[in-house]
């Protein structure tokens, strides 16, 4: 079974470009996570999506951070005006389920670069 | 979630067993014990989880002291590719099945395997 995909693996943006990542969970999970990791920190949540719905954007920055999963195709992280305070590794999850006793299973991230 | 606490770094010898301890004083009667690591520029990795018994998988095992506050990873024979930071998070179990979905990621142990 192929795993958690992210593409691209390594984005290079200038200031005010938007960025687009996207990931495409395993096979039979309908919800996705999108975690952040800032140089030198640790991994932070942003947003959980279902299929079509954000279930929670709590972790997400107000203002030029938004996050779909449509019905076909991957879940997109999509980050407009970038800022080199964006610049991080992004990483997205999937389970078949939320359960607490459910694991997550990573994509190897995006690694974002604002120039 | 429940705050777990971690060492920030320890040192282990190539094929010798490895213990990583996690307090998680403030744990409640319906949270899971999750373990996760990150080998370096990787993504997050599930490695173990438990509610109130002991556990074993191909990984690792998961020893839960009784009053569950508190639990060790154990790497049975550490390896140069155990080389990570791993992760103690407690996923919130509500009674009425629901619970948290959103991993919260401390600072971690780092682990340092010494061939």
């Known amino acids: 079974n192929a795993g958690v995909m992210q593409n691209p693996r390594h984005l290079v943006r200038r200031r005010g470009q938007e960025a687009r990542l996207r990931c495409s969970p395993m096979k039979g999970h309908s919800h996705v996570y999108w975690y952040r990791q800032l140089p030198e920190e640790g991994l932070k949540f942003m947003v959980y999506l279902q299929k079509e719905n954000i279930i929670d954007e709590s972790g997400m920055p107000k203002e030029r951070f938004s996050a779909e999963f449509p019905k076909e195709g991957p879940s997109i992280l999509r980050i407009q005006q970038v800022v080199r305070g964006d610049s991080a590794a992004y990483f997205c999850?999937?389970?078949?389920?939320?359960?607490?006793?459910?694991?997550?299973?990573f994509g190897p991230g995006t690694r974002l670069t604002v120039t | 979630d429940a705050k777990t606490t971690q060492p920030n770094s320890m040192e282990s010898n190539e094929e010798e067993p490895v213990h990583l301890p996690c307090n998680h004083s403030t744990i409640s009667g319906t949270d899971y014990i999750h373990w996760y690591r990150q080998l370096p520029s990787q993504g997050p990795e599930y490695v173990i989880h438990?509610?109130?018994s002991n556990v074993n998988n191909r990984m690792a095992s998961l020893a839960i002291a009784e009053d569950r506050k508190s639990s060790t990873l154990i790497l049975h024979r550490a390896t140069l590719r155990d080389a990570a930071v791993y992760y103690c998070?407690?996923?919130?179990?509500?009674?009425?099945?629901?619970?948290?979905?959103?991993?919260?990621f401390g600072k971690g142990t780092k682990l340092s395997v010494i061939p």
């Open positions: 998070i407690l996923r919130v179990g509500l009674a009425s099945g629901a619970g948290s979905y959103q991993l919260t």
């Open positions: 438990g509610l109130t």
């Open positions: 999850a999937s389970s078949p389920d939320r359960g607490p006793e459910r694991e997550q299973y």
